[in-house]
């Protein structure tokens, strides 16, 4: 049984990423892929950094790891080949691959190399892991096995790739590319100078500064010009009307920064191309909640400028879609006397959702008060809306009554004489009531006037912005869409199923492990709630997607009900929506043969009274 002391040696259960410190300039693409062993025990700076950084964790990984070898890799390599012991047995860091600009200017195209650290301490001991991988790999040859110096040269599929173990540190290079001179992995060392900076750090920070996970960093302007001087006339056309060829850098991962895990997306690029469809959001969120805030989403709305350039790109992409949109304007302004630039100059920048201890509510953001009280008022009048003021410890209540769409339309009546039907618009028959008050630029706005008087009497502090920020960890700036929620024992839970992992991964590979040496979920302190959240975001310089969660991204579909309503409502829509249009299929087609009996029923009346069809 592997017994754990707090004096245990400490190690590396995964060793640095090497490569990203020693970038070129010239770096195409950069790719981490994660060490299994760093994924389920190194320290990330997430909640179980008390746990993963404990000498004793260390230890417990490397038993593990020596059982796993002994009992399953070894053993079955034939069966499974020599490239899962790489992985699991010998590679003891994060494999780092780049995509490089040659070192000789007349080589055809970039350069790859790869690099990871083994465990083989010794040029014979490299040597033999080599030869095991290549063995076991049809496509795989030597064609220079290392020499003294640790330099070799490898084949796959024919096409050479140089190989470098450099002793001390037990690493591993392989370079590749087209036309490769005989020196260029030694060249191509000169190159990999220590830096301090480089374009790819400032986003690396974003995903994953823990370099522990899976990232990818391309520069994308490089690219871009590449693709531009090889694309054909059509795709080429295609990337400069998506906006792609203005990318400046992309960068995509699972990983874990500012003490959470996430998985991200970014791509820096101007608002242009397919970003027209987006608004670009600037404001800060400033509408307070009451404090143990529960769950907060937030959804940017257009302005007048974001909503013409989405018809101009709407105008490039489907003139028939923009023309029926521009018919719709023209209704609703028949409609109700304003149209939706109105609109977009009136309300705005964003709405928020907002669970807090006095209930849940919205906040809406006003661009222009005065064109809101009059629109609202023509919108009453002309429609007979009900409405009203209450005033409430010296608050202003506003309370808005919308009749039944049932009550107003005298085209539903004969729908009614069906029994059901009559029901089911009976019970629909009931008003919409609205009640909110003005808070500085915002609207507060609630189903019942109870959360708003809760609300005013719990005095609400805390900035929502602040809130997503500072204790989600999830940046609220640029935020198209964003839902964030706390749910609570998600973490302790999931430290349980850790415990139990590694019991069963002890059990497998003959170290059991002895949990009475590990900490309990207060001793690790571990928060009694989780953060987990979403984000669109699209700002001036960048367009991202995100996804944030404590340690698993699993503990996602244990997050309340604000994450599973979310997908309940993908899923109900790509269900529902084509249900309900089979269902009018249906019942045109239903109603359509029903017609065609009735008249054939005619048809054989009049020829056995006439004994013949009529003519017309």
Not at 477 to 484: C, G, K, L, R, S
Not at 548 to 571: D, K, R, W
Request: glycine share 6%; aromatic share 8%; charged share 15%.
């Amino acid at each position: 049984m592997i017994t754990l002391t707090t004096g245990a040696l400490a190690q590396d259960i995964s060793a640095k990423p090497w490569l990203r410190t020693v970038l070129p300039e010239q770096t195409l693409a950069y790719l981490r892929v994660p060490n299994l062993w760093g994924v389920l025990g190194a320290p990330k700076g997430t909640a179980l950094d008390t746990l993963q950084s404990a000498p004793a964790n260390a230890a417990l990984f490397a038993e593990l790891r020596a059982g796993l070898q002994n009992t399953w890799l070894t053993p079955l390599s034939d069966v499974w080949g020599a490239v899962p012991e790489l992985l699991l047995g010998e590679l003891s860091s994060p494999l780092e691959a780049a995509a490089l600009m040659p070192v000789d200017e007349t080589a055809a195209g970039p350069q790859v190399l790869l690099t990871g650290t083994l465990q083989a301490d010794t040029l014979a001991a490299a040597q033999a892991v080599l030869e095991r991988i290549i063995s076991s790999e049809p496509q795989l040859q030597w064609g220079e096995p290392l020499n003294d110096a640790g330099e070799g040269l490898i084949l796959i599929m024919g096409q050479p790739v140089q190989v470098y173990y450099q002793l001390p540190e037990q690493r591993l290079f392989m370079l590749g590319g087209v036309e490769l001179v005989p020196a260029a992995l030694s060249r191509l060392s000169t190159r990999l100078q220590s830096r301090s900076n480089h374009p790819m750090y400032a986003l690396e920070a974003e995903i994953d500064a823990s370099g522990q996970g899976l990232f990818l960093w391309i520069d994308a302007a490089s690219a871009a010009q590449i693709a531009a001087s090889v694309a054909p006339p059509p795709v080429l056309m295609m990337l400069q009307l998506s906006g792609a060829l203005e990318i400046q850098q992309l960068a995509m991962g699972m990983g874990a920064s500012a003490g959470k895990s996430r998985t991200k997306l970014v791509a820096l690029m101007p608002p242009t191309g397919f970003r027209r469809f987006l608004p670009v959001p600037d404001a800060a969120l400033t509408v307070a909640a009451v404090e143990a805030i529960s769950t907060a989403g937030v959804l940017a709305l257009p302005s007048v400028t974001d909503w013409r350039a989405f018809k101009q790109l709407l105008q490039q992409l489907s003139p028939e879609a923009a023309t029926e949109l521009t018919q719709a304007e023209q209704a609703m302004q028949e409609y109700l006397g304003f149209d939706i630039e109105d609109w977009w100059q009136t309300i705005g920048p964003e709405w928020l959702y907002i669970d807090d201890a006095a209930g849940q509510y919205g906040a809406l953001r006003i661009r222009d008060w005065a064109r809101f009280e009059a629109m609202t008022g023509h919108l009453i009048e002309q429609f007979g809306l009900g409405f009203e003021q209450r005033q409430i410890n010296d608050i202003s209540y506003s309370h808005l009554t919308i009749p039944s769409f049932y009550n107003t339309d005298d085209e539903f009546a004969d729908l009614a004489n069906d029994r059901l039907i009559g029901v089911i618009m009976k019970l629909s028959q009931a008003a919409t009531h609205v009640y909110w008050k003005q808070e500085n630029d915002y609207l507060i706005l609630a189903s019942v006037p109870q959360v708003l008087i809760d609300r005013d009497a719990l005095k609400p502090e805390l900035p929502v912005g602040d809130w997503l920020t500072q204790q989600i960890k999830l940046p609220s700036e640029n935020a198209v869409f964003a839902v964030a929620t706390q749910a609570d024992g998600i973490p302790s839970m999931f430290y349980q199923w850790h415990l139990q992992m590694l019991q069963y991964l002890g059990d497998i590979v003959e170290r059991p492990v002895d949990l009475f040496d590990l900490p309990t979920p207060r001793q690790v302190e571990l928060p009694a709630s989780g953060g987990y959240g979403f984000k669109l975001g699209s700002g001036a310089d960048r367009l991202e997607l995100e996804l944030l969660y404590e340690t698993n991204p699993l503990e996602l579909l244990f997050a309340g009900n604000t994450m599973t309503s979310i997908a309940v409502a993908g899923i109900l829509a790509a269900v529902a929506i084509p249900a309900y249009q089979d269902y009018r299929v249906r019942a045109e087609v239903t109603q359509s043969f029903e017609e065609i009996q009735r008249l054939q029923s005619l048809l054989e009346g009049f020829y056995a009274d006439n004994g013949r069809f009529p003519a017309a």
